[in-house]
């Protein structure tokens, strides 16, 4: 069976699934019935000033039968005051000291208050810290979270604060309200950071009822963007990972999170280059048991693909992510239907007509029943017949041999021999 364990940066954890900072890891109770559950750290809700909260503060954005396709928050940091975090979080950790308990730490830009801090929060017997440079709303207003995290000096500054007295090791949270999440993660390498975490929650606003005309969600009739995390911003956190897993200079562990609800999804994670995930919305959604699927599919997947260790699964795809001029421009696929598995629907030819490249033609075969055919030549390749088609197995996108003198060329190794062709003029 395959060694599961973790390190993240010097944090070691049973296998690579955390608890992220959010309401499941509220307290002792919760934190404790989850690991009890499988799950392998928390990172415990974010603490600081002030304690106070807003009601109502969650929405959700349901799509094609999936009730949380995406989640909406305009929670603060915390109602519970620190002391009492810090007692439960000593309790917890003298109970399940195997397990990582991670403390997230929000704060205005101040020196002496991170100082005061993290030597607290580190004496209740915590393995880490994870600073909060990335919630969107409420703390914003206060130059905290995300307004912190947008600007690449601040999140240097306030690391390297952190790091003057942190004994235990540092993980930056980061935004992804921002143009290119790499200039602030290399500023928190700069300021020492052990690790970097990614995603926090993106602004949003999930909905507008119409009968009342108030935002969902709203506070006595009034609303304020929040943010937006579960399965709808999984693309973007994957990207954020990858981006900044093959960016020189972000050489630290990175934490991945953004929608990750199964253990294929923590897997492409590890793939694009995460040490572990951490999960918030599938456990508020379907409950901390979860974990149980989590933990024996990518066990299983690991067995299959005679991986002994997940060292040997993480970051195996960064080499083949680049960027879109080092792409072959001569190769090619086309679609190929399969009309012993096609139902006729017509969703391939409805959408190739109308939006794409009108190559899908209907037919009759030899008996007069009704066929698709797709003219090879036509096909550009884009892949909508097959995305929108209903049927698994009914159409496959297949390689095409290269056209005689289409030798591989990427649009940077065009644009070269344009310029030393011209060069030449």
């Known amino acids: 069976m395959a060694d599961l364990t973790t390190n993240v940066a010097g944090i070691r954890s049973p296998n690579p699934f955390w608890l992220a900072s959010a309401p ?64 439960e979080i000593e309790e917890t950790k003298r109970l399940y000291p195997e397990h990582a308990i991670i403390g ?66 540092v993980i930056v949270k980061l935004t992804p309200n921002i143009t ?55 693309p973007i956190a994957l990207n954020m990972v990858g981006e900044c897993a093959r960016t020189p200079g972000i050489d630290v562990p990175i934490s991945g999170m953004g929608g990750v609800s199964s253990w294929q999804e923590a897997a492409e994670f590890m793939l694009m280059g995460a040490s572990n995930v951490q999960v918030c919305t599938a456990a508020m959604h379907h409950g901390f048991r979860i974990v149980e699927d989590m933990i024996d599919g990518l066990s299983n997947y690991m067995d299959e693909k005679g991986l002994a260790s997940l060292d040997q699964l993480i970051g195996q795809t ?65 892949n909508l017949c097959s995305i929108v088609c209903p049927v698994d197995g009914a159409i496959d996108m297949v390689e095409v041999a290269r056209k005689v003198g289409d030798e591989p060329m990427t649009w940077n190794e065009r644009q070269q021999l344009m310029a030393g062709a011209g060069s030449n003029q």
């Open 318 to 382: 960064v080499p083949k992510y680049s960027d879109w001029g080092d792409l072959d421009l001569t190769y090619r696929v086309a679609a190929k239907i399969n009309n012993d598995v096609c139902i006729n629907c017509n969703k391939c030819y409805i959408a190739c007509e109308d939006t794409s490249h009108q190559c899908i033609d209907m037919l009759k075969d030899e008996d007069g029943n009704d066929i698709l055919r797709v003219r090879e030549d036509d096909c550009v390749g884009c």
């Open 24 to 87: 499941p890891t509220n307290s002792g109770y919760q934190v404790q019935r989850a690991f009890e559950a499988g799950w392998g750290g928390a990172v415990w809700k974010t603490m600081g000033d002030p304690i106070l909260n807003v009601s109502s503060r969650f929405s959700a954005v349901s799509f094609g039968g999936n009730q949380v396709a995406g989640f909406n928050n305009i929670e603060l940091i915390s109602d519970r005051p620190l002391e009492v975090n810090l007692r």
């Open 104 to 169: 997230s730490l929000m704060v205005e830009p101040d020196r002496d208050k991170w100082h005061e801090i993290v030597k607290r929060v580190e004496a209740a017997g915590i393995d880490g810290l994870e600073l909060n440079f990335g919630c969107p709303h409420g703390m914003a207003e206060r130059g905290m979270g995300s307004a912190s995290g947008q600007v690449p000096e601040l999140v240097r500054q306030q690391t390297a604060w952190v790091k003057e007295v942190a004994r235990t090791p």
């Open 180 to 234: 290119d999440i790499t200039f602030t993660a290399k500023a928190a390498v700069e300021g020492g950071a052990d690790a970097v975490s990614m995603i926090n929650t993106i602004n949003s606003l999930s909905g507008v009822d119409l009968d009342s005309w108030n935002t969902i969600p709203n506070v006595d009739g009034k609303g304020a963007h929040g943010g937006y995390c579960g399965p709808a911003v999984k």
